[in-house]
């Protein structure tokens, strides 16, 4: 299929390589890309003929995280509309976390946000070291909701501590010691580093991969519809608070949230 905001390739072995394709936004998450995306892993994950998916990006970035535009566009919708696009981020997060075919990350670029929350549904990640991460909301007034299950299943909460609140930024070398990555690489190294995650599918049984896969997610955290439902409420609180309404307002009009050190309130 065609779509606006992906990419989306298969090799004759059956490797299917997923790109977010917005390189001139960094590769933010737009509604329109929510719902390309979701559509895209459901199918590659239906088709007999895919063994593995790759997901990267195009461009200098990863994935810079929720499209800002998007964002700004929930201060001023109803409660049901925050609510419905909020569960377009949960259902494309919970698509590629149930998967059933094994997804690795090709990170080439920096990841913030949803960025990382991308690369904690992947089975393995492997990323360029010099790419930078960041869960940054709360710069913003808000908080990583929808991809926090995720996040906190690939790190574990003591890990994630560490870097889910605080919004600071991070290096290569400390995603990997988070368990974010599975190791950083240089750009050079990066696709074979990435085809020696691929190469052992390909001979390992698909529908045993599968089965295998679904085994570990049933004995690993629980994210179920409760779950993803009680993430979708507290981004919906979060978009309709007066932090977040100030934290989007002053990264537009390019100046500092009235909580930072030195700002005059």
Request: charged share 25%; net charge negative; aromatic share 4%.
């Amino acid at each position: 299929m065609e779509y606006d905001t992906i990419r989306v390739e298969t090799d004759p072995r059956g490797v299917a390589t997923l790109s977010l394709a917005r390189p001139e936004k960094h590769n933010a998450m737009s509604a329109r890309m929510l719902v390309e995306m979701t559509e895209a892993i459901v199918l590659l994950g239906r088709d007999p003929a895919v063994r593995v998916v790759v997901l990267t990006g195009t461009g200098a970035s990863f994935c810079a995280g929720g499209d800002l535009d998007w964002m700004r566009q929930q201060m001023d919708a109803d409660g049901p509309t925050r609510a419905r696009e909020a569960m377009k981020l949960a259902n494309m997060l919970q698509a590629l976390n149930t998967c059933p075919k094994p997804v690795i990350g090709r990170v080439q670029g920096n990841a913030f946000g949803g960025g990382v929350g991308l690369i904690s549904v992947c089975d393995v990640a492997i990323s360029v070291d010099t790419a930078r991460f960041g869960l940054t909301e709360t710069r913003l007034g808000l908080i990583p909701a929808t991809i926090g299950p995720y996040v906190a299943a690939r790190m574990g909460e003591a890990k994630a501590r560490r870097v889910f609140m605080s919004a600071r930024i991070f290096e290569a070398q400390e995603a990997a010691a988070l368990d974010l990555l599975a190791r950083a690489v240089p750009e050079a190294d990066l696709d074979a580093a990435v085809e020696a995650e691929v190469k052992p599918y390909l001979a390992a049984a698909p529908g045993a991969v599968a089965e295998a896969k679904a085994l570990l997610r049933r004995l690993g955290p629980v994210i179920d519809e409760a779950a993803i439902a009680d993430t979708v409420e507290a981004l919906v609180r979060r978009w309709e608070s007066a932090e977040a309404g100030e934290g989007i307002a002053a990264f537009f009009e390019k100046r500092k949230a009235r909580w930072i050190e030195g700002t005059r309130n």
